[in-house]
Each structure stands twice: as C-alpha cells, then as structure tokens.
C-alpha cells in the first residue's frame, strides 16, 4: 500500500528488534519532523529476570526516560506513555542482564520537510 509523504503527511509505523546485553536504537528520527510514540512493547524471552531502560537522545546527549525496569521470565511489559519527539535524535532500548528480549514500538510520524 503506499503512504503519503513529504509536507503534511502523517503515518502510523512500527519498528520490531531484539536486543542481547546490548544498547539497540529502536527508532531514529528526522529533523523537521514529528514524532507520537504511542507504545513501547519488550518481551523478555529468557528464562531469568531482564532489566532494561530506554533513553532518548536530543541531538547531543542520551537522556534516561525509564530506568531498571525488570521484566520475570517469559512476561511482556508495556510502556503506553505517549511520548513526543521534534527533530533529529533517537530512541534506545537498553538490556543489561546478558538475556534475551524482543521489542515493538509503534508510533505516528508527522513528515514537515
């Protein structure tokens, strides 16, 4: 299906990963344009305790917006916070304990170029 684009274009969008002790970018964004993250969703798919954080990056530095936020084993945890975001930077999802987690974020993007 084709989506519109360019000035005054608005786009429900999703972006699916995984991340293994590792700091992953879930979403990059664009200057100029507008982004509502509606959802967050990680699934912790090892059989320990995961512990995560999200962070967004302004153009310069990384910023906590959710610390040490444990997950049991085989559970599913969902940040429904809607989130704003104008201008170039990105959203991290970061896994610390060596376990394995899956991760949806689902967002509307609002292209001003």
């Known amino acids: 299906m084709t989506q519109p684009s360019g000035i005054g274009s608005e786009v429900a969008k999703f972006a699916i990963g995984d991340a293994t002790n590792a700091?992953?970018?879930?979403?990059?964004?664009?200057?100029?344009d507008i982004y509502i993250i509606k959802s967050i969703v990680v699934c912790n798919i090892d059989t320990a305790d995961v512990k995560i954080?999200?962070?967004?990056?302004?153009?310069?530095?990384?910023?906590?917006i959710?610390?040490?936020q444990v997950?049991?084993?085989?559970?599913?945890?969902?940040?429904?916070?809607?989130?704003?975001?104008?201008?170039?930077?990105?959203?991290?999802?970061?896994e610390s304990n060596n376990a394995s987690v899956h991760w949806?974020?689902?967002?509307?993007?609002?292209?001003?170029?």
């Open 53 to 64: 954080a999200f962070q967004v990056n302004d153009g310069s530095s990384d910023k906590k």
């Open 66 to 68: 959710l610390m040490d």
């Open 104 to 113: 949806m974020i689902n967002y509307i993007h609002q292209d001003w170029s």
């Open 71 to 94: 997950i049991s084993p085989k559970s599913t945890f969902v940040w429904n916070d809607t989130l704003f975001i104008n201008g170039a930077g990105n959203i991290k999802i970061i």
């Open 23 to 32: 700091t992953v970018t879930m979403l990059t964004t664009l200057a100029n």
